[in-house]
């Protein structure tokens, strides 16, 4: 037989060794080097089918024009799979180093600036400069939290465009307009209060629709570039930053407000207002460029919003992950407003001892997210990393500590008790939010956005809802009852009973079965390995 017909057949043979190695999962995906063209004498590529995550393609050899030299072995071109070209992938797309991370950050430390004003600074100044009722700026809060239900189109929009970074800006620029609106309305209230207060709502909704556009869209941005090793302590160093930003400007504001005045809160918050924009410019400049370039859907493929919206809603995971947001953050923020009238009443603290206390609270959520954060990198690959189990174990403290507060101090003193659920809540939020993060890459990558607009619309409506209800609560059982204490344990042991619940769906969440991909375990989608 000639030599020019043995290569081939060895060719062929070494080729099927190597597709039969690929198949079973042992050969090499990627060649060492590129393979040479069909016209140099390469090998014939016919149509792929499919094995796992990635096209396997068949080769047939061709003789090559020297047919006495014994070519090298056929190589294999591993074709990249649909969640390496943008589809179903919990991977990201381009691995983010710390710095562009903390710069990230430095949005929500901007975000958290203007929010801290409008939370913390307009509602004294109404309630007490201004002798209204608590219940107007209540209201104003309320709406930039109930505007949050329109985060999945906002995210919906960020996914059809291809880019995040114009949606954040544009995001940061309504808060900011908002915040140093309702300080103009808040000040005008002073002496027209009809058009004050009517300034003033129309502002508040306007920062509800920035934090929801801008946060909605940066949290989607860190959830396709940063890598899950690094999700845990991402999420850490996101919330901390905002965190950061009320911590800076409270005290700052504060300074600069005394003697007060109405031309003075305006000139403050125009000031906080203009460099907390600038910083979130400054902090997103260039950040995205280094990531590979997604070009916009075209208007021939585009999903309608409420398609996109159904399917997202379909995947079993993400709809029960949906609930569990809503019930965790709902029983979350129900303790925000009655912790320190408990405290007063129960306890017969003075108002400078319950501020304390809830520094106290404020200093174990940040001790509960640097632990999650520390342990999740140290513990890479191991059960511990799991951020599955930072979820549980954190609603698991919160409803332990909650139902030690529902016993009055007969079980722990408050103090402690205080900072445990500090400690529990902080965990289970940046567990919360690494898994967010990761779910969100877990579906087309053009429903992303959606993903976590939806998650955070449950989230921003379920917070809201926490504090109203918790203090419309303690108020209605104490029309039944004598005892104030009561009325308290009972609210703080319904809010335990929620975390349990939540413990429940953290845990449901391994055992859903996705749609088209077998039963898929959860750990390593929610771990940050």
Same mark, same amino acid.
């Given at each position: ?20 190695? @690929? ?9 060492? &080097? ?77 975000? %958290? ?20 009722? =608590?219940?107007?700026? %209540? ?23 291809? *880019? ?6 544009? %995001? ?7 915040? &140093? ?27 509800? +629709?920035?934090?929801?556009? =801008? ?60 460099? =907390? ?13 280094? @990531? ?7 208007? $021939? ?21 949906? +609930? ?29 001892? $319950? ?58 003193? @408050? ?34 956005? *959606?993903?976590?607009?939806?998650? %955070? ?10 504090? &109203? ?28 009973? @929620? ?31």
């Amino acid at each position: 037989m000639p030599d020019g017909a043995r290569v081939p057949s060895r060719e062929r043979e070494r080729g099927r060794v190597a597709v039969s190695a @690929l198949d079973e999962g042992h050969g090499p995906t990627h060649a060492p &080097f590129p393979p040479p063209s069909v016209g140099e004498g390469g090998p014939a590529v016919r149509p792929g089918r499919e094995r796992g995550s990635a096209t396997v393609q068949e080769f047939t050899p061709v003789a090559t024009s020297q047919d006495t030299a014994l070519p090298s072995p056929p190589l294999l071109r591993r074709v990249p799979s649909p969640a390496e070209r943008g589809g179903r992938s919990g991977a990201p797309e381009s691995d983010l180093g710390w710095p562009q991370i903390l710069r990230l950050g430095l949005v929500q430390t901007a975000l %958290g600036s203007v929010v801290v004003l409008m939370t913390a600074t307009l509602n004294r100044v109404m309630v007490v400069e201004l002798a209204l009722p =608590a219940l107007v700026p %209540g209201l104003l809060v309320a709406l930039h939290y109930a505007v949050q239900v329109l985060r999945p189109r906002w995210g919906y929009g960020s996914d059809r465009s291809g *880019t995040r970074t114009p949606w954040i800006v544009v %995001g940061m620029a309504a808060l900011c307009l908002g915040g &140093f609106g309702a300080a103009c309305g808040t000040a005008l209230a002073a002496t027209d209060l009809v058009l004050g207060l009517a300034l003033a709502a129309v502002s508040f909704l306007c920062v509800g +629709i920035g934090v929801g556009a =801008a946060g909605t869209s940066l949290l989607v941005l860190l959830s396709g570039v940063v890598a899950p090793a690094r999700r845990g302590a991402a999420a850490t160093i996101v919330w901390v930053m905002m965190i950061l930003g009320f911590a800076l400007t409270a005290p700052l504001a504060g300074h600069f407000l005394d003697p007060f005045s109405g031309l003075r809160l305006v000139a403050v918050s125009g000031t906080v207002s203009a460099i =907390a924009f600038a910083v979130a410019v400054l902090a997103l400049a260039g950040v995205e460029r280094r @990531l590979p370039i997604r070009a916009p859907e075209p208007e $021939t493929t585009k999903k309608p919003f409420f398609t996109v919206l159904a399917q997202v809603l379909a995947d079993p995971v993400a709809r029960t992950f949906t +609930i569990f947001v809503f019930v965790s953050m709902l029983a979350y923020s129900a303790q925000e407003l009655i912790l320190e009238p408990y405290a007063g009443l129960v306890f017969a603290m003075s108002p400078g001892a $319950t501020t304390k206390l809830a520094g106290l609270q404020h200093g174990g959520v940040l001790a509960g997210m640097l632990l999650v954060a520390g342990v999740t990198l140290a513990a890479r690959g191991t059960p511990l990393a799991s951020l599955r189990l930072w979820i549980a174990l954190g609603c698991a403290g919160s409803a332990a500590a909650l139902f030690a507060l529902a016993a009055g101090g007969d079980v722990l003193p @408050l103090r402690p008790v205080v900072f445990a659920l500090g400690v529990a809540n902080g965990a289970y939020a940046v567990a919360a939010i690494g898994s967010m993060m990761a779910l969100a890459g877990r579906g087309d990558a053009r429903e992303r956005g *959606t993903r976590m607009g939806v998650w %955070g619309a449950a989230q921003g409506v379920a917070f809201g809802a926490g504090g &109203f209800l918790g203090a419309a609560a303690v108020d209605l059982v104490r029309l039944v009852t004598a005892e104030p204490v009561q009325a308290y344990a009972a609210v703080f042991a319904a809010e335990g009973a @929620l975390f349990l619940v939540a413990v429940v769906l953290a845990l449901r969440l391994e055992a859903v079965r996705a749609p088209g991909r077998g039963n898929i375990p959860l750990n390593p989608i929610l771990g940050a390995r």
